[in-house]
């Protein structure tokens, strides 16, 4: 059975889809079997993967109203070595058109449960918002990853996430916990950064990955080539950093 993981951040452009994809890439080159889910309406990690969304037989949307089977709507990665639960902007309609249907907020457990025999990871990148989308993609999981910018508005959402995260552990989905915060964009020359990093290591202690994501131009770059930034540049800091991610994420589970 794979290990369920949601990268979740209410906050947008705090480096979800970059973690999602990256991680994905990062431990399927350690021999990890990975599907990406992607929960986002944007479908940037299903562009991330290389894969085109225009072009889609079947999508995370027809996985979630019961219209298609996850076995068929799921595709590869060619470049990434990883599968995909692809999406585009028709997710964005899923939000109204789940409201009325029965276990809602359980939709992709289920999808998930047809697939989930053939992998050691699945990887759900949510949207930038507390919504019923990010609400079934924490019923799914086992964890969150919270990836985090080091900057002084970051705790301020954090709270706020904490406590959704919380509230479904305790009424939804009691396997649910915080797997760690990871720190992503970092700039070390920044007295900000340092500080923030800090304040995060000193409040949320061995919940806070050692692993830190520096800020690096080659990881920005990769997704317009449709290539994760570890694929694209192997040797670039940003790249290696998310590969040493992936090790300390095995290492973790392995102590869990
Ligand atoms: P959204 O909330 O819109 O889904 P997100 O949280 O998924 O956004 P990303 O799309 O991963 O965030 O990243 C936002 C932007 O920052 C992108 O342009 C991405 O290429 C860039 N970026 C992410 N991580 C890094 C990094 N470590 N170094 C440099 N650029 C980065
Ligand atoms: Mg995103």
Redesign the pocket.
Known sequence: MAKIFCIA?Q?????????TVNLAAGLAQIGQRVLLVDL?P?G?ATMGAGINKALLKASTYEVLLGLANSKIARVTSEVGKFDVLPANRELAGAEVELVDMEKRERRLKDALAEVDGEYDFILI?C??ALSMLTLNGLCAAHGVII?MQCEYYALEGLSDLVNTIKKVHANLNPDLKIIGLLR??FDPRMTLSQQVSAQLEQHFGDKVFKTI?????R??EA?SYGVPGVCFDPTSK?AQAYVAFGAEMVERIESM
């Open positions: 951040n906050k947008g452009g705090v480096g979800k889809t970059t973690t986002d944007q940037n990148d949207p930038p990836p992503v964009m994501i520096p800020r690096n131009v990881l920005a997704p940003g």
